[in-house]
Structures are given as structure tokens and as C-alpha cells.
């Protein structure tokens, strides 16, 4: 048994980030990870081995695509999947292993094992109880379920089994639209699977701008994915290593069923809290099964907190690690704070999906008036040039004061280049302040300005 200030529950990217915080703020720390290795869902089976997967076979369409153009000539590279999760698994273990690095750099103690809190204050990890003055749950969540789907995570699979398939299977079938189904799917499809994406409602990407949703779906169709919208599953079947899929459309009722190698259900996560014995403490929990916290990440109960996954809001690791971060300066008698307006998401598709605060869709609601500035990456150089022309860049601006509100990219390099509209937006800039700000050229970032200027008197490539 040990005393500490804080105990972490869960070493994911809101817990150990939580973790080095509170270190670094002089608090002494640990942090309870049942896993075999630090890091959550993002680095053991979410961020990293998707990004990883989704980086080979990009390579690989490249090869099949566009190499023989840029004069690249030869036979195009073959898959050989074992090697290919190797990779994956190697670059599992150098970002887990990193964290393990980290934690014996800032003192922070991992206590492994699997955590449950019997009282306020304390922290019980296998036999032994530690004190804390403060406690985090940073437990994350898991895959939800689908009535009627049953997930053996071999032929009807999980994000985790889809990261681990034993071949790649000839006929995919993705429940659900989402950032998570699209990536995954992109991978099978880029590496030859035929996948169809079934999704309840007419839209891929519940949520996004609607812009950026129809171009979206447009490019994944070209690129061979198809799609079956406004479509609910009723239930899978497997027999002899194949499944069926049962699904009715909800314009018509009428019934359907698709063949499939595998099955990958991405209908969405929910958060964890399994034996952390939440009940018997009385701490809230709202009707989704999130934790209520305050604005100081606090819960119900004094000294126990709460971050990422668990809680309200987007199921994203740099949000989980925002919280992470300030909830540990609240401890430490500092202000740490979120700004949830300006969380940006991200899908690693190619080309990239990125957006940051509000869509067209949400003004309009609000009744608020508005300007776009968008601007095509077919009139930007670089792009042109590294045949990545599909996509535009969108900036929403407030019509009178010019501020800018909200962003949508689909286009190479989305993910970094929405930075840029981030810190502007962190700032309070205008349209006009991205659009005479000097930006280098050749770069893809120049089609943010671009976008900027076309707020104002118009862009110059358009
Ligand atoms: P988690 O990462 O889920 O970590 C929680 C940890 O707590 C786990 O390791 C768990 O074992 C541990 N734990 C739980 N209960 C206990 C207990 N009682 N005792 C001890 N340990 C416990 N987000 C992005 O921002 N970008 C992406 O590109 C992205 N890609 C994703 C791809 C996939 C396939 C998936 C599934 C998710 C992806 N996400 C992505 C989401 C991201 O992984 C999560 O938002 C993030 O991991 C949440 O962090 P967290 O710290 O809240 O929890």
C-alpha cells in the first residue's frame, strides 16, 4: 500500500497524459493499468494500428495508381498481410513502449492490475488498497453492441478484430458510416476486399457538414466502396467461416441480405466503467452511461474525477488528453481548462476529412448569419502535382464581423492544415487576418488562405 495525491484509472491518452501532468505539477503519482501495456484504446487497438494500416495501403494505391504516372515503372508491390500486422504491432510497441519511458522519467508509478474505488479517497489494485487524495477515472470506453449482431471478433468483428483479421477477406461488409467504419474499410477496400458500408441513416458521418459528407461519400464510392444508406441491420448470421447480413431499408421496409468473408460492426462506443464499482460509491452517471463531471472535471463526489472517453463529448484521444491535462492543473490548484469549441476531427482517409467548430447546418439552426469561403485543391499547385486535386478547403465566417466559426476540409494533409483554422479560431481572427497572413508556396496550406480570402473579395486560383 502506498499514498499517493493522485491515482490515474486507465493509462489511455487521458490517463497517462493526466499522469505526466500531475507529475510534472509535483503531485505524487500513479497510475492503474489493467492491460499487459500503457497506452488505452488509441495506442493498443484505435489510433496507432489504424493510422499504421491505413499508411500501407495508401503506399500501396499509390503504387497501383499513380506511380506509373510520375514515370514510376515496374511490377506494383504485393501484400503480404502477415508482414503488414508485424508492422503494425511493431509500431504498437514502440508508441506503449514510449509511455513506459515517460512514466519512469516523471516518477509516475504504474500499478498494474485491474482498479476498483471502495470508498472515496482510496484505490484497490488486485489485494493491496493505496490512498488518494485525488482520484481520476480515465477508464475509456468499448464497442457497442448491436441487437441481433454477435461479435466473435474472427468473422463478425469489432474495430479490435478488424485490426487482427486472419486474411483479408474477400467480401467486407462495415455496419455504420462512421470515421471509425470508413477508415477500416478503406484499408480492405485499398488492399482488395470488396466492402460494402451499411448505414441507418443518409448520410456517412453523422454530424459533419453535409458539404463535406456528400463529397466524402463521392470520393470513397470512386474509390470503389459501396454503399447501402438509410439502412437498418436487423441481425448477422455466420456458418462455415462465411456471415449473412440482414438489413431493411427504411424507405420501403423492403428486406435484404449481403454475403460477406467478415463483418465489421462500427456503430459507435460506449464508455467503460466496468468493476470500478461506481453503483455502491453513488457517483452519477448520466442515462448514456458517461460520468457526470462539473467544469472542474469533478464528479459527484469530492476528490474523484473524471476525463476522455468516459464523460460527455467527442470520443477523441486529443480531447481525452486536453482533459487529462487540465483536470490534473485543477488539482494542483491552477486553471486548467477545455475549449470545447474548438476540438478538431480528424479522418485519416486519403484524401482527408478534418473539421473544426461549426457546420453550415449548426448556424442555420442557430439562426445565425454567415459567410463561406471555400476553395478547391484543383487550383492548388502542389496538390496538382502530387495528384491529390479532389477536395476543397470551407471556412465559415461570421457575415458582420468576420470571425471565423468553423472549418471543413476534404483534401491531402487535412489533418495538419486544420491547425492552422484552430489557432486562428483559439485567437478570435477574422477571415481576413488567415487571408493576409503570408503563406508558403508551393503548400497545400495555401488553399486555406485561398478559402480565406474567398470570405472576403475572392480568391486568387479560383
Ligand atoms: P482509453 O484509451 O479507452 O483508455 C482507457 C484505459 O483504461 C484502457 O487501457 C483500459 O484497459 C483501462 N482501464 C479501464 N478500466 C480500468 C480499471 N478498472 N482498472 C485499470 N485499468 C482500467 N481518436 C482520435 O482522436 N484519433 C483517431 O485517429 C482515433 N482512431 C481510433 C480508431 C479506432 C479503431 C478506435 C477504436 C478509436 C479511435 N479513436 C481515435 C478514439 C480514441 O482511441 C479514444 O477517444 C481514446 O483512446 C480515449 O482515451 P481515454 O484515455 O479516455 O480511454
Redesign the pocket.
Known sequence: MANYDVII???????YVSAIRCAQLGLKTAC????DTLG???L????IP??ALLHASHMLHEAEHNFAAMGLKGKSPSVDWKQMLTYKADTIGQNTKGIEFLFKKNKVDWLK????IPEAGKVKVGDEVHEAKNIII????EPASLPGVEVDEKIVVT?TGALELNKIPKKLVVIGAGV?GL??GSVYSRLGSEVTVVEFMDAVTPGMDAEVQRTFQKLLTKQGLTFVMGAAVQKTETAKGKAKVHYKLRKDDSEHVLEADAVLVATG?KP?TD??GLDALGLEISKRGQIKVGADWQTNIKGIYA????IDGP????K?EDEGMAAAEQIAGKHGHVNYSVIPG?I?THPEVANVGETEETLKDAGRAYKVGKFSFMGNGRAKANFAGDGFVKILADKDSDRILGAHIVGPAAGDLIHEICVAMEFGASAEDLAMTCHAHPTYSEAVREAALACGSGAIHA
Open positions: 484509472i486507465g493509462s489511455g491518452p487521458g490517463g492503474v493499468e489493467g492491460r488505452g484504446t488509441c493498443n487497438v484505435g489510433c489504424s493510422k492490475g485491474w482498479a476498483s480515465a477508464s475509456g470506453s474495430s471509425i477508415e477500416l462506443r467503460f468493476g470500478l476525463i476522455g472517453d468516459v470520443m477523441l484521444a486529443h481525452a480528424v485519416y
